[in-house]
């Protein structure tokens, strides 16, 4: 399945990002939308959600924020993105014209409402990357917990197949990111392959993808 919509919600301690630990917490909450040409696409399983694909959310800010100069630059491009496997972190809040990485994204917890075909990520701590906390000049802070994410989409479908007895059924009336979503994974064998290895099984099962 793909994120169809969402929104994204940053909780960001300036004091924190700003270096200040002695200082009352200033927590400046960053709203965004997830922007439609987003590929972030999780699998689901008998309605149960088995984890998210490698991919990425684009965010749309809601408002213009004042921030730390390399942080408020990039605010109009960044993504939220699911680090490859193996990885120390699953997820990475990314510049994404230049790659540079502001916050990884620990402590999150997933959850899916099959009725709703809802996506909640919550629970993420922001930690500062290495690569920011250099932009800094506090490399020191790499680590340092500055904020919390939380994130809420509509998935869409982007291949249903039911398997009975051997037999896989493929249903039609995908919607048009969700076929272009086809496309582009079918250039890719490994995206393919590693679905077919991970979800070929006997019995009676659906397969969202």
Partial sequence: MIVENGTVTI???LNRLNGIGSAPQSALPLQFAVAANSFFSV???????????QGSMALVPHQAFILPSALG???????VDRLPSGDRFDLAVRDAKTGFTFFNVEGHQYD???SAHLLSITG??????????????RPADAGVTVGQISIGAAMEPIEVQTIVNG???REA???ARARRYRRRAAGNGTIRKRYR?????????NDLL
């Fill in 11 to 13: 909780n960001l301690d």
């Fill in 43 to 53: 699998l689901v399983f008998n309605d149960l959600l088995r984890g998210p694909e």
């Fill in 73 to 79: 630059t990039s605010i109009k491009q960044l993504i």
């Fill in 112 to 114: 899916y409402e099959a």
């Fill in 124 to 137: 993420g701590r922001l930690l500062i990357s290495s690569e920011f906390a250099r932009a800094l000049g």
């Fill in 167 to 169: 037999e896989t059924r």
């Fill in 173 to 175: 009336g995908l919607g």
């Fill in 197 to 205: 290895k991970s979800f070929c099984r006997t019995g009676d099962w």
